[in-house]
T-cell receptor
Framework: EAQVTQNPRYLITVTGKKLTVTCSQNMNHEYMSWYRQDPGLGLRQIYYSMNVEVTDKGDVPEGYKVSRKEKRNFPLILESPSPNQTSLYFC???????????FGPGTRLTVL | QKEVEQNSGPLSVPEGAIASLNCTYS??????FFWYRQYSGKSPELIMSIYSNGDKEDGRFTAQLNKASQYVSLLIRDSQPSDSATYLCAVPNSGGSNYKLTFGKGTLLTVNP
């Protein structure tokens, strides 16, 4: 089954404790992206990747890191999480930047 | 900043009615347009893609595109309570080094039994 997977689905952590949210797709897509979604603010892009080893900042990159060492994986790293990073996070992938994106199930993160 | 604007809603329609959702975009060179449905707490799900001016129908859904007016709409015929969700319009943008899918903030649709 073609899909985007994310782990964990739910995470409660404390300020400053490094965490990684994994994202993997099995559709051989070139483009991958991370979003956060907050009430009233819609979907905001954090980082995106056009291909392996090619990543760039989206609209709200502060406090996040990403890497794209393999085509299928695009982990999101929070080196020192803060409460304002409490949000619902989605990973998405597509054939290219102008094609429809397919979303993972989401990760609900709470930073205390 | 490329923008995608949607009626914020909420939009409430009775079961069986036609729901009409609207979206305008600012990037004149956009060539593809997407509608997503998102249930509360769930991920966005692609329901329609449209690339050419005119109408595209898929079951109870019809997408309408007018590039001259920079306007895309989604019609849901015979609305069902299960259609109650937030509908997101999305338009790919490219410019400089930023390649992204820009989403509107969504229209919340409620279909009343």
């Amino acid at each position: 089954e073609a899909q985007v997977t994310q782990n964990p689905r739910y995470l409660i952590t404390v300020t400053g404790k490094k965490l990684t949210v994994t994202c993997s797709q099995n559709m051989n897509h070139e483009y991958m992206s991370w979003y956060r979604q907050d009430p009233g603010l819609g979907l905001r892009q954090i980082y995106y990747s056009m291909n392996v080893e090619v990543t760039d900042k989206g609209d709200v990159p502060e406090g996040y890191k990403v890497s794209r060492k393999e085509k299928r994986n695009f982990p999101l790293i929070l080196e020192s999480p803060s409460p304002n990073q409490t949000s619902l996070y989605f990973c998405a992938s597509s054939r290219s930047a102008v094609n429809e994106q397919f979303f993972g199930p989401g990760t609900r993160l709470t930073v205390l | 900043q490329k923008e995608v604007e949607q009626n914020s809603g909420p939009l409430s329609v009775p079961e069986g009615a036609i729901a009409s959702l609207n979206c305008t975009y600012s990037d004149r060179v956009s060539q593809s347009f997407f509608w997503y449905r998102q249930y509360s707490g769930k991920s966005p799900e692609l329901i329609m893609s449209i690339y050419s001016n005119g109408d595209k129908e898929d079951g109870r859904f019809t997408a309408q595109l007018n590039k001259a007016s920079q306007y895309v709409s989604l019609l849901i015929r015979d609305s069902q309570p299960s259609d109650s969700a937030t509908y997101l319009c999305a338009v790919p943008n490219s410019g400089g080094s930023n390649y992204k899918l820009t989403f509107g903030k969504g229209t919340l649709l409620t279909v009343n039994p």
